[in-house]
């Protein structure tokens, strides 16, 4: 491990997949590599490896990982008590061992503002989302009245869609006292990671989180209040921006969504992914290393694998 690299270094070295020969096969999700390690236990790999619309760029963004699993870090940290967290070990800038859960098939997503695919809904002049009210009279990016509770399926393929409250009971994907514990927590996770935005001068605008059982307890498992989970404005300014309609400052992946957009890759059948410029990557990278040091408050100190896959063979052993 070395702190001391060039940009070159740092392009190339990007852990797009991990291959360790001793190990079981992982689970490959789009930004996970998952290894089971017991009956109890997961080595969870956060890859460098950048989602939008669905898709998996082909080119990946230095050290991204390691900031995303330290934030997930700093972020469980700030919230384990209110609810069990799936942290175990942070092995490494970029591993987490955690514990196994079974996973609650539902995406549990809170808003607090008309932002991002409520206000493609709204848009529309559809005024329920999953099965909840929105209020007349809104703006892009106005606060709701309250929070509101907008869960999704977790789909094996393809999209999550959008589910209510209600749905999710009849359809007994979830047993009712286990969904009034997760809402419960959902909503105190969101005050949580709302206070902790807001003492950094951001605002969390809305947030996924996915729960799991371990041995019959509610856990928090995957990411929280990261910036890939999650959208925040900046504080600053806000109520100005929302009075001259100018839009608001996005942080999180808002930036590569709009690059995208402007090389005409919305995810839409036909259209073809771009390739992202290193220049472009190193961009990114910046950002991403920025919103860490919003949130934390501590300085991102990346640190540069040239041999990754030994390393991980190591810990993993
Ligand atoms: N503690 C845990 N126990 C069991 N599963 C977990 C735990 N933490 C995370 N997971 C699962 O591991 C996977 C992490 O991979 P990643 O976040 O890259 O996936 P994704 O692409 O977002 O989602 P998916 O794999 O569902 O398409 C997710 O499916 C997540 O639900
Ligand atoms: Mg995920």
Redesign the pocket.
């Known amino acids: 491990m070395s702190s001391d690299f060039t940009t070159h270094e740092a392009l190339e070295h990007c852990i797009t997949h991990t291959d360790v020969p001793a190990l079981p096969e992982p689970?490959k999700?789009?930004?996970?590599e998952?290894y089971p390690l017991d009956n109890d236990r997961?080595g969870?790999v956060v890859t460098d490896r950048i989602s939008a619309f669905d898709h998996i760029m082909r080119q990946a963004i230095p050290f991204k990982g390691q900031i995303l699993n330290q934030l997930a870090a700093f972020s469980f940290e700030k919230v384990k008590d209110i609810v069990a967290t799936?942290i175990i070990d942070v092995l490494h800038p970029n591993v987490t061992i955690?514990?196994?859960?079974e996973?609650v098939p539902i995406e549990v997503v809170v808003r607090a503002y008309l932002t991002g695919h409520a206000w493609r809904v709204y848009k529309s002049d559809e005024r329920t989302l999953c099965g909840v009210e929105m209020p007349d009279g809104l703006n892009e990016h106005d606060k709701f009245p309250s929070p509101i509770l907008t869960p999704a399926t977790?789909a094996l393929e393809g999209h999550d869609e959008d589910i209510s409250e209600e749905e999710i009971l009849s359809r007994k994907i979830v047993e009712p006292a286990l969904w009034n514990e997760i809402k419960e927590a959902a909503f105190r996770l969101f005050e949580r990671g709302t206070k902790v935005a807001a003492e950094q001068g951001l605002i969390l605008v809305d947030t996924k989180y996915?729960f799991?059982l371990y041995k019959g307890e509610l856990t928090l498992?995957?990411e929280v209040h990261t910036t890939d989970s999650s959208r925040y404005f900046y504080k600053d300014g806000y109520e100005e921006r929302q009075a001259k309609g100018e839009g608001q400052k996005q942080l999180s992946k808002e930036f590569l969504r709009e690059w995208l957009m402007k090389h005409d890759f919305q995810g839409l059948e036909g259209q073809t992914l771009p390739d992202l410029p290193d220049e472009f990557r190193m961009e990114v990278y910046n950002r991403y290393a920025e919103l860490f040091e919003m949130l934390t408050g501590n300085k991102f100190k990346p640190v540069l694998e040239k041999n990754f896959n030994k390393t991980l063979g190591e810990i993993l052993r």
């Open positions: 689970y999700g789009k930004v996970r998952v997961l969870i799936h955690a514990k196994k859960c996973t977790k996915e799991g498992i995957d």
